[in-house]
């Protein structure tokens, strides 16, 4: 059963930062991995996604790295913003279905 | 263009009562989502439409829990006689192909459900 964490839970930080959040996963086994923002009270705004043959994507300040046969990928956030304090969420796709399988989330804090 | 939108935002409801939760997807859209994000659960798969069938249910938590597609486009989810623990923030999403090279998934902003 595929399971995905995140690490850390929480994380606070000051304005300018470059930061790294972690997700990792159990099975190798799978079609993409996407990166998801969540801000309270709200639903979830699409980031990042990286098919399984790719080792990375970029999109403006962020970069989501995958290494699949570690079951590891990383979202870098260069220049840390107050406006990027938000929980982000990692989601797996399976190869054999078409469901997401979260992790927790890490709740972002960026002080001004 | 328009995002997902769902309706209602917030329902609050009696337990033992049925409730409809509706879903509009993104125009074109073929593949449609649901899930649920509970405190202390995180977020949770439901169900899979592709068109107006849904290959995978594998997510419903019980027979209480039931969704259908029609014409390709709208979703509802319907919860039967709900119970406490269905309280929680139903989510849908909506991708051009499921299974493409790119499927990334939009999403609406939520249903919070509240059964007291």
């Known amino acids: 059963k595929q399971e995905v964490t995140q690490i850390p839970a929480a994380l606070s930080v000051p304005e300018g930062e470059n930061l790294v959040l972690n997700c990792s996963f159990t099975d190798s086994a799978i079609y993409n991995l996407q990166w998801f923002r969540q801000d309270p009270g709200k639903g979830l705004t699409s980031l990042l996604l990286?098919?399984?043959s790719q080792r990375e994507q970029t999109s403006g300040r962020l970069n989501a790295s995958l290494d699949k046969s570690s079951g590891r990928s990383t979202l870098y956030i260069a220049a840390s913003q107050p406006g990027d304090s938000a929980t982000y969420l990692c989601a797996v796709r399976p190869a054999s279905n078409y469901q997401l399988i979260w992790g927790a989330g890490t709740k972002l804090i960026i002080k001004p | 263009g328009a995002g997902v939108s769902q309706s209602p935002s917030n329902k609050v409801t009696e337990k033992g009562k049925d409730v409809e939760l509706r879903c509009d997807p993104i125009s074109g859209h073929t593949a449609l989502y649901w899930y649920r994000q509970s405190l202390g659960q995180g977020l949770e798969f439901l169900i899979y439409f592709q068109g107006n069938s849904a290959p995978d249910k594998s997510g419903l938590p019980s027979d209480r829990f039931s969704a259908e597609r029609t014409g390709g486009s709208v979703s509802t989810l319907t919860i039967q006689r709900t119970q406490q623990e269905d309280s929680a923030v139903y989510l849908c999403a909506s991708s051009s192909i499921a299974g493409g090279f790119t499927d990334t998934q939009y999403f609406g902003p939520g249903t919070r459900l509240t059964v007291l």
């Open positions: 990286i098919q399984s």
